[in-house]
């Protein structure tokens, strides 16, 4: 198992010299924005727009409260089908490009990568990872943001505050079924086994990271699927990067795109993998250097 993981080990998707390419902002340059929320967005157009009605009014409330508070909102269209690309453009209009921008991926990648395509194109001087279907409050990235403050001193200014669901567990498991269940217990025992042992949710959408742990966090990763949020955590461990777990408000939101039994096989053939693959060497962490 250990040869077929470091045979079948890829490279990262693409490296920092595609990263730089062109005038467009990176994730090398300097923050010019208090904070970058990105948005994977796969065939969402039905859900997106209650997610962005509601975080766009936070983030004007907030700006006019605070005029020295600055933002972006980055859709990543990640090869849908629908009309999630236009849907979202509807904000850039509205709110100008500078406030919502929309990139737009031919070929679906997976969530882990269009996270990272928005992350690397991002100003923010904290970047928050949130889902298009809302089902967090985007109110609680102030208890995300708390989070990050109670981890202070940063080193090299480096720190990950993860909102987490694990309080809701038990009225969760009432409502599922024994075999998703199952599934459920099986996924979170690989995972404090193999990769990540003290955050109990690794899964919630909405994780917010200061931009240098974002740099060498994202760098470094490999995983574009559903398992990427562990190997992102699991990258932070190595790096020795605080990391905060915090409770947030849920709501199960109808629309997902994980297939319980084939989702979760692949997510915890990933998560062998990428045990294996740092283990063996064929994936190796990289520091990167900020501009």
């Given at each position: 198992?250990?040869?077929?993981?470091?045979?079948?080990?890829?490279?990262?998707?693409y490296?920092?010299?595609?990263?730089?390419?062109?005038?467009?902002?990176?994730?090398?340059?300097?923050?010019?924005?208090?904070?970058?929320?990105?948005?994977?967005?796969?065939?969402?157009?039905?859900?997106?727009?209650?997610?962005?009605?509601?975080?766009?009014?936070?983030?004007?409330?907030?700006?006019?409260?605070?005029?020295?508070?600055?933002?972006?909102?980055?859709?990543v269209?990640?090869?849908?089908?629908?009309?999630?690309?236009?849907?979202?453009?509807?904000?850039?209009?509205?709110?100008?490009?500078?406030?919502?921008?929309?990139?737009?991926?031919?070929?679906?990648?997976?969530?882990?990568?269009?996270?990272?395509?928005?992350?690397?194109?991002?100003?923010?001087?904290?970047?928050?990872?949130?889902?298009?279907?809302?089902?967090?409050?985007?109110?609680?990235?102030?208890?995300?943001?708390?989070?990050?403050?109670?981890?202070?001193?940063?080193?090299?200014?480096?720190?990950?505050?993860?909102?987490?669901?694990?309080?809701?567990?038990?009225?969760?498991?009432?409502?599922?079924?024994?075999?998703?269940?199952?599934?459920?217990?099986?996924?979170h025992?690989?995972?404090?086994?193999?990769?990540?042992?003290?955050?109990?949710?690794?899964q919630?959408?909405?994780?917010?990271?200061?931009?240098?742990?974002?740099?060498q966090?994202?760098s470094?990763?490999?995983?574009?699927?559903?398992?990427?949020?562990?190997?992102?955590?699991?990258?932070?461990?190595?790096?020795?990067?605080?990391?905060?777990?915090?409770?947030?408000?849920?709501?199960?939101?109808?629309?997902?795109?994980?297939?319980?039994?084939?989702?979760?096989?692949?997510?915890?053939?990933?998560?062998?993998?990428?045990?294996?693959?740092?283990?063996?060497?064929?994936?190796?962490?990289?520091?990167?250097?900020?501009?």
């Amino acid at each position: 198992i250990c040869a077929i993981a470091h045979v079948t080990a890829k490279t990262m998707p693409y490296g920092d010299a595609e990263c730089r390419k062109g005038s467009a902002p990176n994730i090398h340059d300097p923050a010019t924005r208090e904070l970058s929320v990105v948005v994977p967005s796969y065939n969402e157009e039905n859900r997106l727009p209650v997610m962005m009605d509601e975080a766009l009014d936070y983030l004007e409330k907030r700006q006019k409260q605070d005029p020295s508070f600055t933002y972006e909102v980055i859709v990543v269209n990640d090869g849908s089908k629908d009309q999630t690309a236009k849907v979202a453009k509807e904000y850039c209009k509205k709110y100008g490009s500078d406030k919502v921008r929309v990139i737009s991926l031919e070929k679906n990648r997976g969530k882990g990568g269009a996270v990272r395509t928005g992350v690397f194109s991002s100003r923010g001087k904290m970047i928050l990872m949130a889902d298009a279907d809302g089902a967090t409050k985007f109110a609680d990235i102030e208890k995300v943001e708390e989070g990050l403050k109670n981890l202070r001193p940063w080193p090299e200014g480096m720190a990950i505050s993860c909102g987490s669901r694990a309080h809701l567990e038990k009225d969760s498991i009432a409502k599922r079924s024994y075999f998703r269940t199952l599934l459920m217990y099986g996924f979170h025992f690989l995972v404090w086994f193999l990769c990540v042992k003290e955050i109990r949710d690794t899964q919630c959408g909405f994780k917010l990271l200061t931009r240098e742990a974002a740099l060498q966090t994202f760098s470094n990763l490999h995983i574009e699927r559903w398992a990427f949020d562990v190997e992102l955590l699991y990258i932070a461990q190595r790096l020795k990067i605080p990391i905060a777990e915090v409770a947030v408000n849920w709501t199960e939101i109808e629309g997902s795109k994980l297939v319980p039994f084939w989702s979760w096989l692949q997510m915890g053939r990933d998560l062998l993998f990428i045990r294996l693959r740092y283990m063996t060497g064929a994936w190796k962490l990289e520091a990167k250097k900020c501009n």
